[in-house]
T-cell receptor, first 115, second 110 residues
Framework: GAVVSQHPSRVICKSGTSVKIECRSL??????MFWYRQFPKQSLMLMAT?????????EQGVEKDKFLINHASLTLSTLTVTSAHPEDSSFYIC???????????FGQGTRLTVV | DAKTTQPNSMESNEEEPVHLPCNHS???????IHWYRQLPSQGPEYVIH???SNVNNRMASLAIAEDRKSSTLILHRATLRDAAVYYC???????????FGKGTKLSVIP
């Protein structure tokens, strides 16, 4: 199956700093990428949907100025958590799909800890 | 609203078949059924998907009821590596947005 690579897998940052998470589709062109957040013992919650070359669509309650998404190419999307606070500590997961498939492929996730 | 209902947890003995049920009684004619699974501290992994007919692949089989109001994911021989949370998700025609519910946590007993 298709491979989606997410980097870094773990990151610890200080409160008030920004963190960038990368999501790459390695062997296909991802026209659409999705970003999810998962708190401990909870399910994945969709944060935003991004299409290559256009602005991301954010879910209700997700601050677009805090969670900056850039999908500048067909193989790369980035999520930047700006001015991170301890409550932003979570497991962030991206997924991507291409034009040919109905299924989505997921990255391995990024564990963010804000101290 | 994930629009599907699954049991919170199930147990299976190793090397035995597992049938994971999913109820989607409000499904429309063009909705797909997808199954993903998530191992601890990993991103979800695609398992299988279908529309009307039963589907088979390397990982599992998907049996869809004739009225499409329910489906069953079948793991033919459970291994310890199959212990995960299994999510049953329906998507509308042309929609690729996956809405995750709580899923079923499958435990495999050696």
């Amino acid at each position: 199956g298709a491979v989606v690579s997410q980097h870094p897998s773990r990151v610890i940052c200080k409160s008030g700093t920004s963190v960038k998470i990368e999501c790459r589709s390695l062997d296909f062109q991802a026209t659409t990428m999705f970003w999810y957040r998962q708190f401990p013992k909870q399910s994945l919650m969709l944060m935003a949907t991004s299409n290559e070359g256009s602005k991301a669509t954010y879910e209700q309650g997700v601050e677009k100025d805090k969670f900056l998404i850039n999908h500048a190419s067909l193989t790369l999307s980035t999520l930047t958590v700006t001015s991170a606070h301890p409550e932003d500590s979570s497991f962030y997961i991206c997924s991507a799909r291409d034009k040919e498939n109905t299924e989505a492929f997921f990255g391995q996730g990024t564990r963010l800890t804000v101290v | 609203d994930a629009k599907t209902t699954q049991p919170n947890s199930m147990e299976s003995n190793e090397e035995e078949p597992v049938h994971l049920p999913c109820n989607h009684s409000t499904i429309s004619g063009t909705d797909y059924i997808h199954w993903y699974r998530q191992l601890p501290s990993q991103g979800p992994e695609y398992v299988i998907h279908g529309l009307t007919s039963n589907v088979n692949n390397r990982m599992a089989s998907l049996a869809i009821a004739e009225d499409r109001k329910s489906s069953t994911l079948i793991l033919h021989r459970a291994t310890l590596r199959d212990a995960a949370v299994y999510y049953c998700i329906r998507t509308g025609a042309g929609s690729y947005q996956l809405t995750f519910g709580k899923g079923t946590k499958l435990s495999v007993i050696p």
